[in-house]
């Protein structure tokens, strides 16, 4: 009977369990987990601190009882120290203290990221916090009783929909960003403007260009200095991204990518530092992997939700003796936040040419029912494609409405190689409640031929 | 200079005719339409009825102000009679009764269609509606005010967004179709009795398999007897499918197809009776114009509005002499009724299986909103695809919200090959208000595989 241990109680790991179980109804298969809770949604933190979602326990996705139902070994409060990748045993240090030593047949390590800070004065004064685990948010929650004034640092999606969840609280909330616009990694600056107005108009101020250089406070935190400026704070939520969890990973030998991230192959095996040999029966999926990206064909690490449940099944099923493998990222990415949706799948122009690439893109404001029907709103895409194939790389979209629907068709577009001709003459529906007789995606396609050939 | 003639004032005639002008910037351009309107949204006028929208005016798209400023003649109230092919000459009996010939160079039938009513007795009674112009429209909502007992006859888009129309004005409210399901043309009958579902919980009465034997009643309607039954109304709203408008196109020597459409080249001529050679400077668009399905390369006319649109743009730009062809259709559609959404793209399994395909097919219910996050609904999808190849051909979605996004992105989906392996491995966005981990589109590529892979 073969063992499949799971390192990590997180969205990857307990799909890779579930999955390892659909595929081998014999095996053993161990999930440990360093946190007390079970398989929990990240995602979902900011929404309970806004308030949107009432508890704690709504947000956990697998459930003691589902993994007992899978027949799945749940480890909580437990970590992995070490692993012996020759003779197959780890070594489990359990929630009683008691260390114990593992043989496993494969092994997926689901190891996960942590949050990052930027190393400067001040980050460990009270009031500042991170937003990754269930504990951070608690205490994120405890803090926002008497808090009055609050700063994000990073306006990445974490930290955008934190602020808006900061807002919703009734907190003044500023946003201070490095970078020359919000949501860098997802939008290019004109897309990124149309959101930073719809934040704006919610009352939340954003700082670009301006790196944070320290926090200050006598014990409870007092003020952020970025830039330059100081901007008064009794909450700061540092929202600068993670970092892949790969000391575990790096003890064992195997090697870490340009993403920092495990460097892995189709079936999500990990590769050997050095060698880039992959090694049998040692899997990588979920924040700590790094996979490849289905258009540059670089190596890519979205560190997404979706991301880590597509890896966490193939490499679930390839450990258990099945066949799967990873097609790569898109890094399709959806976000509601002050009263708008946001979405982006592909390369964002910024991010193609960075690659060399030459694209061309489109960009259209439409409505989103028909202009007679009560109610529509606003929605603006953008695509972006190769000047010399036009071939579709990548698609931004933000609006009042019906967003992820268009960006979702739109990593479709990307995967399969559709040109701007293609997606021009595509037949889609059309009623007056939902759409409007034309399509912006077909109308910003259009827009993007045209300056392709010449004729705009 | 070019004189390009458009025959209807209709979706596609009043594309067609901006399109001719953007590629020409000096051509003359005459519109002629025989209603006294000017170009209207057919697909609005259900939401006039049930007072989602206040006033005809709204419903009015292309404003004659716009037909000015694009600097094309709109000849309304008037009727082309008779075409001399050979010539060239139009004769046209204009809103003064003047009957005039009118040179051309090139011409483009948007003759449209009209409604059509089953041949039985009492259809002529006051009371009795069809719904596809304005004055149809008109018609109804003066005898509603009085109007207590409704039958609708016919489960089509048009027939159930009727029923809901007259259901949100308080009237008791039956439908009656010959098919053994609802919205036969667009959905599989497990899909169309989700639908049906939606429509009874708010009170509408379904009769299936009921062919309507005679309306009754003296001078005004009293009641339909359809299928042994007797139903009470004193409204009647027929909607059970039109005829396009060929008799103008016949008398010019041009081939009707099978579908009772003109036939149409890629370029979107004309072919000639007998012949199929297309006949040059002669065009065809809309409702009247059939073209080819983009699965199964069939004869297709769906006579939709999006159809109309994109073929009065080909239509447009090849009669004013530029180079545009058309792709052919899917037949996507949409609708919003008794509270849901609706949608479908390419085949049925029922329409594959009648053109002799084998298909298999996935279909999954799930939430449109993580599990957690508060107000999600249900949504079902069916992905049909080609047996043999694991092409998907087809798919078909309702529920509670977000339906047309997914069927917009199988549109795409579909137009570029993919297979269900292909789905089943897409990279969609996720964020918990907007999706779940898991989208359904994909659940259904895996079950329709299994199936397939003769694993289920």
Redesign the interface.
């Known amino acids: 009977m073969r063992r499949i241990l799971v390192v990590g109680a997180n969205?990857a790991g307990a799909t890779a369990a579930s999955f390892a179980r659909k595929t081998d109804r014999e095996a053993e298969i161990i999930v440990v987990g360093d946190e007390p809770y079970s398989t929990y949604?990240r995602?979902?933190l900011p929404?309970l601190i806004s308030g949107?979602?009432r508890s704690l326990e709504?947000?956990v996705?697998y459930k003691p009882s589902h993994f007992k139902a899978m027949r799945i070994d749940l480890w909580l409060k437990s970590k992995v120290v070490d692993i012996d990748r020759a003779s197959r045993v780890a070594t489990v240090r359990r929630r009683d203290g008691r260390v114990e030593e593992v043989e496993y047949d494969s092994i997926i390590l689901c190891t996960g990221a942590r949050a990052w800070k930027p190393p400067v004065e001040g980050m460990d004064l009270d009031g500042v916090y991170t937003l990754r685990t269930v504990d951070d948010c608690l205490a994120v929650m405890r803090k926002l009783e008497h808090a009055r004034a609050g700063v994000v640092v990073g306006a990445g999606p974490v930290g955008l929909e934190v602020a808006d969840a900061l807002r919703r609280r009734s907190l003044k909330v500023t946003v201070v960003e490095l970078m020359d616009s919000i949501l860098p990694a997802s939008l290019d600056a004109d897309m990124a403007r149309r959101v930073q107005s719809a934040v704006e108009r919610e009352g939340v101020k954003v700082l670009l260009k301006k790196p944070v250089e320290a926090v200050s406070g006598d014990e409870h935190v007092k003020s952020v200095c970025a830039g330059g400026m100081e901007v008064e704070a009794d909450i700061v939520v540092v929202a600068t991204g993670v970092r892949a969890n790969v000391e575990l990973g790096e003890t064992m030998g195997l090697a870490v990518g340009v993403t920092g991230c495990l460097k892995t192959d189709m079936k999500l095996r990990a590769l050997e530092e050095g060698r880039c040999r992959p090694v049998e029966d040692v899997y990588c999926a979920g924040d700590c992997a790094e996979s490849v990206h289905?258009v540059s064909k670089t190596p890519s690490a979205p560190q997404?939700?979706?991301?880590a449940?597509?890896m966490g099944k193939v490499a679930g099923i390839n450990a258990a003796g099945g066949h799967c493998t990873f097609?790569?990222?898109?890094?399709?990415?959806?976000?509601?936040m002050f009263g708008i949706?946001v979405?982006s799948?592909g390369l964002t122009e910024r991010h193609a040419k960075k690659l060399g690439m030459e694209v061309v893109s489109g960009k259209v404001t439409w409505r989103t029912r028909?202009?007679?029907?009560?109610g529509w709103k606003h929605v603006t895409v953008k695509v972006v494609a190769d000047a010399e194939t036009l071939r579709i790389v990548g698609c931004q979209a933000v609006g009042g409405e019906?967003?992820?629907?268009?960006?979702?068709?739109m990593?479709?577009?990307i995967?399969?190689?559709?040109t701007l001709q293609?997606?021009s003459?595509?037949?889609?529906?059309?009623?007056?409640?939902?759409?409007d007789?034309?399509?912006p995606l077909s109308l910003a396609a259009e827009k993007a031929l045209k300056k392709a050939l010449g004729k705009a």
Chains 1, 2 share one sequence.
């Open positions: 969205a949604s995602c979902g929404f949107e979602i709504e947000l996705t289905m997404l939700g979706t991301t449940v597509r097609p790569g990222t898109l890094g399709t990415f959806a976000s509601k949706e979405g799948t028909a202009e007679y029907y009560p019906r967003v992820l629907g268009r960006v979702n068709a990593a479709l577009a995967q399969s190689g559709m293609d997606l003459r595509a037949d889609f529906g059309y009623t007056p409640p939902l759409s007789v034309l399509e």
